[in-house]
Every structure is written in C-alpha cells, then in structure tokens.
C-alpha cells in the first residue's frame, strides 16, 4: 500500500501541474536522492567512536558471531558518548551509546544489537531512509497542491497525504516487530532482549515519573523534548515490543519440543 | 550546585539534596572517582531492590547539578563513563551556608542579624 501511494501522488501532481508538476517532481527527487547519497556517506551524530576489539573484545566477538548467524558481514560499530541509553542502525552500521552499558548487562547489550543487526539484514536501514525522504516528497508536493489545485485536488492531496503518513507508521512499526523476531532467532538467550527492553521501559518510565514512590524525591530533569505532533508514532511501544517478543519466545519454544 | 530549597527536617546534605542522591554523593565524597556500576554496587548493600537505571539516572543528575562531572575512559577494560566529585564535602557545606544566609540577609535582614549575634554571645 505504501509503495502504491508514491506514484498515486506523481500522477495527482501530473495531472494538475503538468509540465510544471514534472519539473517539481524532478527537482525535490534529485534533491533527495544527493541528500541521500550525501547521508549515507557521513557519519550521523556527533561523539561516535569506532569499536575497538581489544577495547571490547566480549562485544566485537559477540556482534561478529551475531552477524555470522544472521548471514551478513560484520557490521561497522560505533560507541555514541551519551549516557542516555540508546541504539540505531543506518547502511551497514550499528551505533550503541555509552548509556547503555551503565543499564545493561552483556547479554541485554548484545541483544539490543541483534536488533539492529535484524534491522540491517532486513534491508530497514536502506528503506527506512527512503520512506523518509519520500515523506518530505509528499510534504513539498501536497503543500504545492494545496497551494495550486483546484477543490478536489487539493481534497486528494490531503488524502493521499494522511494515508502516506498511517502507512508509514504502520510499515516502520511492522518492521521494528520483524527486527525483533529476527533477533530473537539470533541470539543465544532470547530471554535477554526481553529483559533488555523491560530495563530501557523502566528506565524511560523513571525519567518521565515526577515521583515514584520506589524511589523517593525522583524527579529528573533529563527528559527527552517532547514532541508536540498530530503524525502517528513509527515506533512501537515498549509493551507492545516485550508482549510480541514473550509471544514469539512460545512460539519458539512449542516449536522445538515439537 | 547552589541549594534552592532546604528541608528543615532532614539530617545533613539530605535536607539540600533527595535522599538517594545525597547517599551517593556521601559515597562518592568517600571514593571520589567511581563508576555508576561500582555506585550500584554499594547502593545494593542497602538498598537490595534498586536497578542500574535508578542509579545511573541519579548520578547524572548529579553531573547536571554540578556535584559530579563524567568523562569517557577507554582501555583494555572497554569505554565506560567515569565520574568523578566537582567539589569536597566540605566545599559544598560552605557553600549551603552561604546560600542559606544571604537568602536569610535579603528577607529578614534585622532578625538574621539580632539571632546571629545571639549566637555569638
């Protein structure tokens, strides 16, 4: 459904633009694509430092056999100076802050990486990039056709914009459930990418709790900014993850006594 | 890191600071230089419940207070975040003091006066 709205939209804006719609079109695309060639080409974020095997033995030893399991090469990784606990993953490269070390254990570590490696062997970190960049397409055509379009132009436009924006949420969430299955096919103790997900709820969930009353006078300023949006979330929640991952996990399990 | 409030009814740095960071930072005051790991550790001991996340979530909370800064260690050991005390214990009550009396000095200038030299008497 996703990949059928972007030419849907190329067609509204042919059809109401004509050659002028063509040209649009062209110029935000080529735009894009050097800004995506560009992006894929730099390192993303500032603090990032390369993994170092005799720094790191246990990680670089354990994401490598990760890898060799998932059937790819080994993936450059990057240690983020920040100390709020956070991973991601873009092209073949997997980034893991320094925060996560301070809440996790080794296993839970490897386990957040499994998951960025089942981002990598799952073609996200090439796609996701695309659906980006194919939201600011929509963005900048919808805004010309609302601009310049007659009534029921702009009425498809606005349509064709808020299906874009549910499909991709539901696709980008879809996919951080498939990253999660194909981690938990990776790792030696899936039971630590569920124990992994429940340290980074209760660690998010303390940051945003004024007062818990577990831990009195908690009450920390290091929230992450909040985002004021009317676009639906990409990101499954924490819950959703943890009941999908124990799922899959019995599933597994029935599975092999089978 | 200057106090803006101040519990009357709490013992020592507790009555500046929320209980668990001012059990942390009566420990780092002891150790000085530590690891949120190493501070788990200890914090376990007495409090048997408390999670990694609690801990390193306080201790950076320190680092913005100002009581605690953290620099990145690299070696054999792997990268991990070493934080280390800003300010003595004793520092840190000076300046408790001083924030407490001119805040007394800028709203009941004549009473502070007359109880301090009570005081002295």
């Given at each position: 459904m996703l990949y059928a709205l972007i030419p849907l939209e190329v067609i509204l804006i042919l059809y109401a633009l004509g050659r002028s719609g063509l040209t649009l079109i062209l110029g935000v695309s080529f735009t894009l694509v050097v800004l995506y060639l560009w992006s894929s080409r730099h390192r993303f974020g500032d603090g990032l430092m390369p993994l170092e095997r005799r720094e790191f033995p246990w990680l670089y030893d354990g994401i490598a056999k990760l890898a060799e399991r998932a059937g790819i090469g080994m993936p450059k990784v990057y240690l983020l100076d920040d100390y709020i606990p956070n991973a991601y993953s873009f092209g073949n490269t997997i980034v893991l802050s320094l925060g996560l070390f301070e809440v996790l254990d080794r296993d839970e570590i490897l386990a957040v990486a499994a998951h960025e490696l089942g981002h990598i062997k799952n073609g996200d970190t090439i796609l996701f990039p695309l659906i980006t960049y194919g939201r600011y397409l929509f963005a900048v055509t919808t805004l010309t056709l609302l601009l310049l379009g007659s009534n029921i132009v702009k009425f498809l436009a606005l349509l064709l914009y808020i299906g874009y924006e549910v499909e991709r949420s539901s696709f980008m969430k879809g996919r951080e459930f498939k990253a999660d299955e194909t981690a938990l096919r990776l790792?030696?103790?899936?039971l630590s990418l569920r124990k992994a997900l429940e340290e980074l709820k209760y660690y998010e969930d303390l940051r945003e709790t004024v007062k818990v009353s577990g831990v009195?006078?908690?009450?920390?300023?290091?929230?992450?900014?909040r985002k004021f949006t009317f676009i639906p979330e990409t990101h499954p929640t924490y819950e959703e993850r943890i009941w999908r991952i124990t799922y899959e996990m019995n599933q597994l399990a029935n599975r092999n006594l089978q | 890191m200057e106090p803006h409030e101040f519990k009357l009814n709490e013992e020592g740095i507790k009555a500046v600071l929320p209980p668990l960071e001012a059990e942390i930072m009566e420990h780092m005051w002891k150790v000085k230089v530590a690891t949120a790991g190493q501070v788990y550790e200890y914090m376990k001991e007495k409090h048997?419940?408390?999670?990694r996340s609690t801990v390193s979530i306080l201790m950076n909370r320190l680092c913005e207070r100002g009581l605690l800064k953290r620099r990145v260690e690299r070696g054999r050991g792997g990268m991990r975040y070493i934080y280390s005390i800003t300010t003595t214990r004793e520092e840190f009550e000076v300046r408790v003091v001083q924030s407490i009396l001119d805040a007394l000095m800028e709203n009941f200038r004549e009473a502070t006066y007359a109880y301090l030299s009570k005081i002295k008497k």
């Open positions: 790792l030696r103790v899936p009195p006078s908690i009450e920390p300023s290091i929230e992450r900014e | 048997p419940d408390i999670r």
